[in-house]
T-cell receptor
């Protein structure tokens, strides 16, 4: 079946601009996660959705970052007033919510964001 | 999440077993040990996880010491496609990735 997809695969923007990154999780997965990965580092947790609600947004670095998942499926990560330090690969993952077993996270290929 | 310590890089000959160590000396009782790997330019991929007992699946084996302060991921017959960064994570819920171990499998 289809895996997690992310669009666009690459995004180049200018400092100060607004960007939206989209994640399509695996069908039926209720949990969705956003991470960002800088060069040479492991993925850094940003936010976790269970259904439509953000269950944990403790990883969002500041209020320029916001994410939504209005219908409990597709999610959009929104970054306002982008800064050069926001340049990274933004990864999305989804998992099912089976009770009594570990629900592994399935990752998408990421969106590479470059802020000039 | 408990902090984990892994070697920066390791080499392995194709066909041999790759043994990747991880130290998690501050792990708490309800934290699991997870292993994910990331092949270049792809998202991370789940490998295996465990709490106390050793675990084995079609990809790898996980050996956890009795005191749970360290673990070893074993790829029994490494192939060139196993070249990747391997992340060891000690967590109860969300995943906290460190820098991992870059495993290079050579012919």
């Amino acid at each position: 079946g289809a895996g997690v997809s992310q669009t666009p695969s690459n995004k180049v923007t200018e400092k100060g601009k607004y960007v939206e990154l989209r994640c399509d999780p695996i069908s039926g997965h209720t949990a969705l996660y956003w991470y960002r990965q800088s060069l040479g580092q492991g993925p850094e947790f940003l936010i976790y959705f269970q259904g439509t609600g953000a269950a944990d947004d403790s990883g969002l670095p500041n209020d320029r970052f916001f994410a939504v998942r209005p219908e409990g499926s597709v999610s959009t990560l929104k970054i306002q007033r982008t800064e050069r330090g926001d340049s990274a690969v933004y990864l999305c993952a989804s998992s099912s919510n089976r009770v009594g077993s570990y629900n592994e996270q399935f990752f998408g290929p990421g969106t590479r964001l470059t802020v000039l | 999440d408990a902090k984990t310590t892994q070697p920066t890089s390791m080499d392995c000959a194709e066909g041999r077993a790759a043994n990747l160590p991880c130290n998690h000396s501050t792990i708490s009782g309800n934290e699991y040990v997870y292993w994910y790997r990331q092949i270049h330019s792809q998202g991370p991929q789940y490998i295996i996880h465990g709490l106390k007992n050793n675990e084995t699946n079609e990809m790898a084996s996980l050996i956890i010491t009795e005191d749970r302060k360290s673990s070893t991921l074993i790829l029994p017959h490494a192939t060139l496609r196993d070249t990747a960064v391997y992340y060891c994570i000690a967590s109860y819920s969300t995943l906290t990735f460190g820098k991992g171990t870059m495993l290079l499998v050579s012919p």
